[in-house]
């Protein structure tokens, strides 16, 4: 049974996915015709413009995912040349961090400081988005507008944190 509720999880999540692809293109087909009969000759465009457009839209989170360098996972053993091989592709990645550009990265020993550093700028991204989001549902006094600003909110912070 474990191993069946992934697959079934996957084919209704595909069904889902095409479901909403072929509801996406049947609205840019009718909005297609509707361009079509308002100004003849302007539907193929419209058309093509919006399914680039969306397919653009599909495409560039994946790009920027891709994109991304591969996480650094810490040894799993306790060998001296694991940790130093771990320790040094850290400092390589903090190097290129700007927020460290003013903390010297030679040695292994001044990671902790680095890391501390990049702990105390997350900490004070979190206190001012939480002061925004504080701000913002006290005085807009609408629920559903309120989920909508803590999720904005929370999507900018994480965003923030990880660039």
Known sequence: MNKALPR?????SLFVLGFVALSLLSNIAQLA???ES????????VFWCLVLMFAGLLLTPLVIYFKLPKPLIPPGDDSAAAQELYQSALRVQLTKNPLLADVQLDTNDQIPAALTKL????DQIIKDSASAVFVSTAVMQNGRLDGLLVLAGQLRMLWRIAS
């Open 119 to 122: 702990g105390s700028e997350a």
């Open 8 to 12: 079934i999880l996957g084919l209704v």
């Open 33 to 35: 015709n509707l361009a």
């Open 38 to 45: 308002a100004l003849p000759g302007a539907g193929q465009i």
